[in-house]
């Protein structure tokens, strides 16, 4: 998030609705926040290099996931699913810090977090149409406009009900973990309705709070 700011400083800055973060409205400066990534990114490499080789290997592979989500709105409408992918990297590293190996069940844990973070920044991103547009963002709301967007999120979301609802299949889990799963989709259902206020305070509580 601290990379992520300060690439971005200059278009939330002309963007109202980010106008008041920290770095556009002075609060911090871009030093700061390179530092604190940078600090962040050494404790990252120190900890990877503990846990086991496959950990370390891969930490090209987070940078580019993590630093490259910042840059993605520039050339692609994909940005949505390449944060998915990027958050999504931290179930994946927890398994991959345990067991140090791959498998397959890891995989439909990661995509049905890379699903939901997609669907909810799709609907996140429904308040900066115009601005996208006028500044040549790229985004799934700016490329297809906000019916098939909220579609697209919707779809994204059944895709993660249905990858939850299969995680038995893969792990030896109780009703109690399918129970979990049947109030994740109600809380889902509920995070698309909100979001039909349409009003930043609507979107803000259904992209984030739910």
């Known amino acids: 998030n601290a990379l992520n700011r300060v690439i971005d400083a200059e278009i939330d800055g002309r963007n109202p609705r980010t106008a008041g973060r920290h770095l556009p409205a002075g609060k911090l400066s871009k030093g700061a926040l390179l530092a604190f990534a940078a600090a962040m990114s050494a404790v990252l490499v120190a900890c990877a290099a503990l846990l086991n080789p496959l950990c370390v290997a891969l930490l090209p592979a987070a940078a580019l996931l993590i630093g490259g989500y910042s840059y993605a709105k520039r050339f692609t409408w994909l940005c949505h699913y390449w944060l998915g992918v990027a958050c999504a990297a931290a179930p994946m590293g927890a398994l991959l810090a345990l067991s140090g190996r791959f498998e397959l069940r ?69 009703w109690a973990y399918l129970a979990g799963v049947a109030v994740a989709v109600l809380l889902l259902a509920a995070e698309h309705l909100i979001a039909l206020g349409n009003t930043e305070r609507h979107i803000r509580i259904a992209s984030y709070s739910i």
């Open 106 to 174: 890891y995989f439909v844990l990661s995509a049905a977090v890379a699903l939901w973070v997609a669907g909810f920044d799709i609907l996140y991103a429904l308040q900066d149409i115009e601005f996208d547009r006028a500044e040549g963002l790229k985004s799934v709301p700016a490329r297809f406009g906000p019916l098939r967007s909220r579609l697209l999120s919707a779809l994204s979301h059944a895709g993660t009900a249905v990858l939850l609802a299969a995680l038995p299949l893969f792990w030896p889990l109780s």
